[in-house]
């Protein structure tokens, strides 16, 4: 079988190595151009194009797949199958139709849930109990197709964006490998149309989002604070000065004081009122500065050093 796969971010290798190690015939690997990346704003190859070419993979980095030579290229290529992964571009209709065998994708929700470009982070913000991960046969709606396979996995209290990133694009590339083994056994695998019911929307993250208004309550903020970890971070203004915020989670407390109120602070953590409960800080960052505990925050502010 041969198969061309696109993908861009960290979350596509995996599932890269999952093709490679199929037994099909990986043809061409397609990315997103190099794009400038760092302080020196140099450009940079994606994760996907490094590993493709440290395992000898042709590389294809087209601007759009709309363009009529980009479109003959990738048919001289043959593909029986396309597997898609957080590639970044959108496949036309003459592209879906390309391979005998469709284009399949690996998607980080429980379909219908969080159709769209930041799933995990949107079920983390929700406090959804579960995620997981489908293999789904590609149509032209966005996310829309039929589910061949599906993985699931609970999301845990202290699990944050960059945690359930990890652990779906491992599952992901578990799912598509078990998917192209059953193939090239000669297997049909049974498409399931997703449900009418229950589709949300999983928009793209926007760094506003990451501000913190302590008016909301402190389940709502420690939900935010675990889904924007590892980008964009959340943020907030503590006692008159901007900080970022790596680790926090909510007390079961009320307290009688206004929202962003520091109301107590030790080694364990800064508690901050909210407009619901209590928010306790463990771990945060200063403009300017890495990231440190709570404890360590206090020891520079010493009028709030523990005694």
Not at 13 to 20: D, F, Q, T, W
Not at 39 to 51: D, E, I, T
Not at 288 to 307: F, K
């Amino acid at each position: 079988m041969r198969l061309v796969f696109a993908g861009t971010p960290d979350f596509s290798v995996p599932a890269l190595r999952a093709c490679l190690d199929s037994g099909a015939q990986v043809v061409a690997a397609y990315t997103q151009p190099d794009r400038p990346a760092g302080r020196g704003r140099q450009l940079a190859a994606s994760p996907v194009k490094q590993a493709a070419l440290a395992a000898g993979v042709p590389v294809e980095q087209p601007e759009t797949l709309r363009d009529k030579s980009a479109r003959e290229r990738l048919a001289a290529y043959a593909p029986d199958l396309i597997v898609v992964v957080a590639y970044g571009l959108i496949l036309p209709k003459s592209v879906l139709a390309l391979p005998r065998l469709g284009c399949w994708n690996v998607h980080a929700s429980l379909l219908p849930r969080w159709r769209g470009a930041a799933p995990i982070q949107r079920a983390i913000l929700a406090g959804d109990a579960e995620t997981g991960v489908d293999l789904m046969q590609m149509e032209a709606g966005l996310d829309t197709g039929p589910v061949l396979l599906e993985a699931r996995t609970p999301i845990a209290a202290d699990d944050t964006g960059g945690t359930l990133h990890d652990r779906l694009a491992a599952l992901g590339a578990q799912a598509l490998a078990d998917g192209l083994a059953r193939v090239l056994r000669g297997e049909t695998l049974t498409p399931t149309p997703q449900s009418d019911d229950g589709v949300e929307y999983a928009h793209k993250l926007d760094k506003a989002e990451a501000r913190l208004d302590w008016n909301d309550s402190a389940a709502a903020l420690a939900r935010k604070v675990r889904a924007f970890d590892p980008w964009p971070v959340a943020e907030g203004t503590l006692d008159g000065e901007r900080v970022r915020l790596w680790s926090a989670f909510a007390l079961d407390a009320r307290v009688d004081a206004r929202p962003g109120d520091i109301v107590a602070a030790s080694a364990d953590g800064i508690d901050v009122a909210t407009g619901d409960g209590v928010l306790r800080i463990r771990e945060l960052q200063r403009d300017g500065g890495r990231r440190i505990s709570a404890r360590d925050w206090l020891n520079a502010r010493r009028e709030r050093a523990p005694r």
